[in-house]
C-alpha cells in the first residue's frame, strides 16, 4: 500500500563527535528508513519522503485468527467450502447451480427454513460462494463425465481446526481482494468514465481516466488507512474512534493550517468518497463503521452541516460516519505495509534482547515508543539485576551514549525504589554518578552525597546532550532547558569551566546555548566557550 509521505525538515550537516553532532536526523534517509532504496527513490526524493511507520501493539495471532474466523464472511465462506464435501455441482462458470443457491442461503442462516428464500439471501450466499472460490477453500474441476463440479480446498480442514497461520493469511487475501473491490466499485469518477466507455463515447484517453480514477480511489483508501494505524497507535484505549469527519480533514487540511471553506468543501467530498469503501472493509472486519446517515443529504443546509461535523454535538456529529480500526485492521495494514517494504514495527520489538540492546536500539530507532519498550522490558525482571543490567549498558563516549544514560534514568524510574541498591554502586561512576545521585534524590532518598564539580558538570553537558539527540536539535523543545542551566550571575566563570570539561558533545551543547539563550549576554559567552572547545579538540 502507499504509505504517506511527510516532509523532513531540515537538519544540520552530520560529523563525529566534536565536530558537529551525530544526531539521529542527521542520518541518512535510507539508513532510517530502508524501504526507499527498494521502492527506486533518488537521493533527491528522500528528502521529501521520509515515512514513519509507529509501532503498534496487536494481540497474538491465536487471538488476531479467532477474531478473523468470527467475521461473517469468513465463517460463511468455510461452511460452504465444507458443505460441498465429497463434490458439489457447478455451472461453467464456477458458480453454484440454480437448485443450490436457495439451499446455500438456509445454510447460512440468511433466509427461513421454510419458503422461498429472498433475493437478497441468495445474492449474499453468493458473495460468500465466491469468496469461498477466491480463497482457494473450494476448488472448481470436471469430472470425466464433462460435469463441472466443486470440491473443499487443501486449506480447509486446517482453517476450520483453527491454524493460526492459515486463517491469518485467508483473511488477508479477503481483505485485499474486498479492499480492491472497494476501490472499484466505489469511485464515483471511475463509475462516470465507465458510462462513457459503455456508451462508445471513449477513447484512449477515456481508458486513462478510468485508469486515473482507479489509482486516485486507491491512494484515498490506502492513505485514510494509514492515517487511522497512526491514530490508533496513538490513542488511548478507548479512544480510537474517528469521526469520519476529522479522518477526512487529517487528509485534506495541511498540517498547522486551519481549513478555508474551499478545503472544508474537499472535506466533505472525501467522506462521501470514503464512506462506501470504509463500509466494504468493515465487512471484513477491517474496521468497525458506522456510515454517515443518508437522510442528512435530504436536510436543508445538510452540505454546510457535512463541511463541519466538529461543531455538532456527539450525537449529531455521529450521524456524519465513526470509524474505529480493529485488531484486525492494524494487522493487516502492518502486513501490506511491509509486503511493500516499510518499517512496522511492533511494541516490544526491541525488548526482546539484553539491556544493551534495548538501549542501543531504542537510541537508534527512527520509530519507537521509548516508555513501551522500556515498560516491556522491566516486566518482571528482578530490579537490582535490571538496574545494574541497565547501567552497565549506558556507559560508553560514543555518539548515542549520552541517550543510553537519558534512557536508562528512565528505566530505573520504572523501576522504583528496589532498584536503590545498584544505583548506590555507581555514585563515583565519572559517567553514571552524577545521574545515579540525581536519581536517588528524585526517589527522596535524603543521603545521597552532593557531587563533586568536575562530575556536575560533565552531567550537566551529559544530559544537555541527551536532549539534543532526543529532540533532533529541535529550538523550541530546547528553549526551555537552555534557560534552566545553572549559568548564575557569573556567565564567564560558568562557561570557562564548562567548556573544559573533558565531553565528546561539550561543544555541541554550548553552541546550542549560544543559540537559543534569552540573554545575550549568556548567549555571546556560550558561543565564546563553544568556540575554545572546538579549538581545543
Given at each position: 500500500?502507499?504509505?504517506?509521505?511527510r516532509?523532513?525538515?531540515?537538519?544540520p550537516?552530520?560529523?563525529?563527535?566534536?565536530?558537529?553532532a551525530?544526531?539521529?536526523?542527521?542520518?541518512?534517509?535510507?539508513?532510517?528508513?530502508?524501504?526507499?532504496?527498494?521502492?527506486g527513490?533518488?537521493?533527491?526524493?528522500?528528502?521529501?519522503?521520509?515515512?514513519?511507520?509507529?509501532?503498534v501493539?496487536l494481540?497474538?495471532?491465536?487471538e488476531?485468527?479467532?477474531?478473523?474466523?468470527?467475521?461473517?464472511?469468513?465463517?460463511?465462506?468455510?461452511?460452504?467450502?465444507?458443505?460441498?464435501?465429497p463434490?458439489?455441482?457447478?455451472?461453467e462458470?464456477?458458480?453454484?447451480a440454480g437448485?443450490?443457491?436457495?439451499?446455500?442461503?438456509r445454510?447460512l442462516?440468511?433466509?427461513?427454513?421454510?419458503?422461498?428464500?429472498?433475493?437478497?439471501?441468495?445474492?449474499?450466499?453468493?458473495r460468500?460462494w465466491?469468496?469461498?472460490?477466491?480463497?482457494?477453500?473450494v476448488?472448481?474441476?470436471t469430472?470425466a463425465?464433462g460435469?463441472?463440479?466443486?470440491?473443499?480446498?487443501?486449506?480447509?480442514e486446517?482453517?476450520?481446526?483453527?491454524?493460526?497461520e492459515?486463517?491469518?493469511?485467508?483473511?488477508?487475501?479477503?481483505?485485499?481482494?474486498?479492499?480492491e473491490?472497494?476501490?472499484?466499485?466505489?469511485?464515483?469518477?471511475?463509475?462516470?468514465?465507465?458510462?462513457?466507455?459503455?456508451?462508445?463515447?471513449?477513447?484512449?484517453?477515456?481508458?486513462?481516466?478510468?485508469?486515473?480514477?482507479?489509482d486516485?480511489?486507491?491512494?484515498?483508501?490506502?492513505?485514510?488507512?494509514q492515517?487511522?494505524?497512526?491514530?490508533?497507535?496513538?490513542?488511548?484505549?478507548?479512544?480510537?474512534?474517528?469521526?469520519?469527519?476529522?479522518?477526512?480533514?487529517?487528509?485534506v487540511?495541511?498540517?498547522?493550517?486551519?481549513?478555508?471553506?474551499e478545503?472544508?468543501?474537499?472535506?466533505?467530498?472525501?467522506?462521501?468518497?470514503?464512506?462506501?469503501?470504509?463500509?466494504?472493509?468493515?465487512?471484513l472486519?477491517?474496521?468497525?463503521?458506522?456510515?454517515?446517515?443518508?437522510?442528512?443529504f435530504?436536510?436543508?443546509?445538510?452540505?454546510?452541516?457535512?463541511?463541519?461535523?466538529t461543531e455538532?454535538?456527539?450525537?449529531?456529529?455521529?450521524?456524519?460516519?465513526?470509524?474505529?480500526?480493529?485488531?484486525?485492521?492494524q494487522?493487516?495494514?502492518?502486513q501490506?505495509?511491509?509486503?511493500?517494504?516499510?518499517?512496522?514495527p511492533?511494541?516490544?520489538?526491541?525488548?526482546?534482547?539484553?539491556?544493551?540492546?534495548?538501549?542501543?536500539?531504542?537510541?537508534?530507532?527512527?520509530?519507537?515508543?521509548?516508555?513501551?519498550?522500556?515498560?516491556?522490558?522491566?516486566?518482571?525482571?528482578?530490579?537490582?539485576?535490571?538496574?545494574?543490567?541497565?547501567?552497565?549498558?549506558?556507559?560508553?563516549?560514543?555518539?548515542?551514549?549520552?541517550?543510553r544514560?537519558?534512557?536508562?534514568?528512565?528505566?530505573?524510574?520504572?523501576?522504583?525504589?528496589?532498584?536503590?541498591?545498584?544505583?548506590r554502586?555507581?555514585?563515583?561512576?565519572?559517567?553514571?554518578?552524577?545521574?545515579?545521585?540525581?536519581?536517588?534524590?528524585?526517589?527522596?532518598?535524603?543521603?545521597?552525597?552532593?557531587?563533586d564539580?568536575?562530575?556536575?558538570?560533565?552531567?550537566?553537558v551529559?544530559?544537555?546532550?541527551?536532549?539534543?539527540?532526543?529532540?533532533?536539535?529541535?529550538?523550541d523543545?530546547?528553549?526551555?532547558l537552555?534557560?534552566?542551566?545553572?549559568v548564575?550571575?557569573?556567565?564567564?566563570?560558568?562557561?570557562?569551566?564548562?567548556?573544559?570539561?573533558?565531553?565528546?558533545?561539550?561543544?555541541?551543547?554550548?553552541?546550542?546555548?549560544?543559540e537559543?539563550?534569552?540573554?545575550?549576554?549568556?548567549?555571546?559567552?556560550a558561543r565564546k566557550?563553544?568556540?575554545?572547545?572546538?579549538?581545543?579538540?
Amino acid at each position: 500500500m502507499a504509505a504517506r509521505r511527510r516532509r523532513n525538515a531540515d537538519t544540520p550537516a552530520a560529523g563525529a563527535p566534536g565536530e558537529g553532532a551525530v544526531l539521529p536526523a542527521d542520518l541518512e534517509l535510507q539508513d532510517l528508513y530502508g524501504a526507499f532504496a527498494a521502492h527506486g527513490l533518488d537521493d533527491d526524493d528522500l528528502d521529501d519522503a521520509a515515512v514513519l511507520v509507529p509501532p503498534v501493539t496487536l494481540p497474538s495471532e491465536a487471538e488476531l485468527a479467532e477474531q478473523a474466523k468470527a467475521v461473517p464472511m469468513i465463517g460463511w465462506a468455510l461452511q460452504l467450502a465444507r458443505w460441498t464435501a465429497p463434490h458439489r455441482a457447478v455451472d461453467e462458470f464456477g458458480d453454484l447451480a440454480g437448485p443450490d443457491r436457495a439451499p446455500a442461503a438456509r445454510l447460512l442462516g440468511l433466509a427461513p427454513e421454510q419458503g422461498d428464500a429472498p433475493q437478497e439471501a441468495v445474492v449474499e450466499a453468493m458473495r460468500a460462494w465466491s469468496l469461498a472460490c477466491d480463497l482457494d477453500l473450494v476448488e472448481i474441476g470436471t469430472t470425466a463425465a464433462g460435469e463441472h463440479v466443486a470440491i473443499p480446498g487443501p486449506d480447509l480442514e486446517q482453517a476450520e481446526a483453527g491454524d493460526a497461520e492459515t486463517v491469518l493469511e485467508l483473511w488477508l487475501t479477503a481483505a485485499g481482494i474486498v479492499r480492491e473491490l472497494a476501490v472499484e466499485a466505489d469511485s464515483q469518477e471511475l463509475e462516470s468514465a465507465e458510462d462513457a466507455v459503455e456508451a462508445d463515447e471513449a477513447d484512449e484517453d477515456g481508458l486513462n481516466e478510468v485508469e486515473d480514477a482507479r489509482d486516485e480511489a486507491a491512494e484515498l483508501l490506502d492513505e485514510a488507512l494509514q492515517v487511522l494505524y497512526e491514530t490508533t497507535a496513538f490513542a488511548e484505549p478507548g479512544n480510537e474512534t474517528v469521526p469520519l469527519g476529522v479522518l477526512a480533514a487529517l487528509l485534506v487540511v495541511p498540517e498547522g493550517e486551519e481549513p478555508s471553506d474551499e478545503l472544508l468543501g474537499d472535506i466533505t467530498d472525501v467522506m462521501v468518497a470514503l464512506d462506501p469503501m470504509l463500509a466494504d472493509l468493515a465487512e471484513l472486519g477491517v474496521l468497525e463503521y458506522r456510515p454517515i446517515d443518508p437522510e442528512l443529504f435530504d436536510e436543508e443546509e445538510g452540505e454546510d452541516e457535512r463541511a463541519e461535523p466538529t461543531e455538532l454535538d456527539e450525537a449529531e456529529s455521529a450521524r456524519f460516519g465513526l470509524v474505529r480500526l480493529t485488531p484486525l485492521g492494524q494487522y493487516g495494514i502492518r502486513q501490506w505495509l511491509l509486503e511493500d517494504g516499510y518499517d512496522a514495527p511492533l511494541v516490544g520489538d526491541l525488548a526482546r534482547g539484553d539491556a544493551a540492546e534495548l538501549l542501543r536500539g531504542i537510541s537508534e530507532a527512527a520509530n519507537v515508543l521509548p516508555e513501551e519498550e522500556l515498560k516491556v522490558w522491566v516486566a518482571g525482571r528482578e530490579p537490582v539485576a535490571a538496574a545494574r543490567e541497565l547501567l552497565a549498558a549506558a556507559r560508553g563516549t560514543d555518539a548515542y551514549a549520552p541517550m543510553r544514560r537519558l534512557l536508562c534514568h528512565s528505566a530505573l524510574s520504572l523501576l522504583g525504589a528496589p532498584a536503590e541498591p545498584a544505583a548506590r554502586e555507581v555514585l563515583d561512576d565519572p559517567e553514571l554518578g552524577g545521574g545515579a545521585r540525581a536519581w536517588l534524590v528524585s526517589l527522596g532518598v535524603a543521603d545521597v552525597p552532593v557531587p563533586d564539580r568536575a562530575m556536575a558538570l560533565w552531567t550537566v553537558v551529559d544530559a544537555f546532550a541527551a536532549q539534543l539527540l532526543d529532540t533532533g536539535g529541535d529550538p523550541d523543545q530546547l528553549r526551555d532547558l537552555v534557560t534552566e542551566l545553572p549559568v548564575t550571575d557569573e556567565p564567564v566563570g560558568y562557561f570557562g569551566e564548562l567548556w573544559r570539561v573533558e565531553h565528546p558533545y561539550t561543544a555541541d551543547v554550548l553552541e546550542a546555548v549560544g543559540e537559543l539563550h534569552p540573554d545575550r549576554a549568556v548567549a555571546k559567552e556560550a558561543r565564546k566557550a563553544a568556540f575554545k572547545a572546538r579549538s581545543r579538540g
